[in-house]
Structures are given as structure tokens and as C-alpha cells.
């Protein structure tokens, strides 16, 4: 309640009704902490849900088929059937490629190149 009420501003002599919400006792509870077993609110969330099927039929397809790049995946099928928002559109690329890339059994080889020394 108090975080909603951020923006808001008082005159000194006007805060007649909000004594319940600025009492002392009411500003020294703990914050509450989920349970380990309970899901967090956030896990409902419909982004969160199509990140971890997306996810899942990614490291399905990669456990058949490990050549695949990231990029393959992306526009893969079935990827981009679970991959659509609730109004139909698809995430965008870039999106689903930061979901997926720590999946990717065959990671690129990053940097350059060594040099090859001359004898």
C-alpha cells in the first residue's frame, strides 16, 4: 500500500483517514518471503510461461538434433508455435534467442583465431 502511494503528496494539516496505514505498527512488519514449495506471483505471468516452453521444446529438439544453431532454432517449427504472445504475435527474435542460447549443446567458439607461428 505504501509503494502505491509514493507519488502522492499531503498537506501537513490533510492526512485525516490515513493514520491506519502510516501507524508505526504497521510500518515495522517484516516483509514476507515466498515458501520454498509455492510458486512465485510472477511464474503466472504469461511471458514467464512461454519462456519455460520454449525452453523445454528447445532442449527437446537439441537432445534429437545437437547440430542445430541457435539461429535454426529460433525459426524452428515448433518453437515458433509455442513462442506467440497471447494476441498471436510471435516474440522477436533476439527474445527468443536470449531464452534459448544457454541451452545450445555445441556453444560458437568465441574470439579469434590463434596465429600459426612460422618455422
Known sequence: MIEAMDNLY?????IEGFEDVFSPARLEKPLTVAEPGKPKPSDKHPRVRHRKQVRAVAKDIWD????KTVPDMVWHDEISKVSQ?????NYSEKTVKSWIRDLNPNPPLKGRPAKKKDE
Open 10 to 14: 499531503f498537506l501537513e494539516n490533510n
Open 85 to 89: 504472445r497471447a494476441d498471436g504475435s
Open 64 to 67: 534429437k538434433h545437437p547440430d
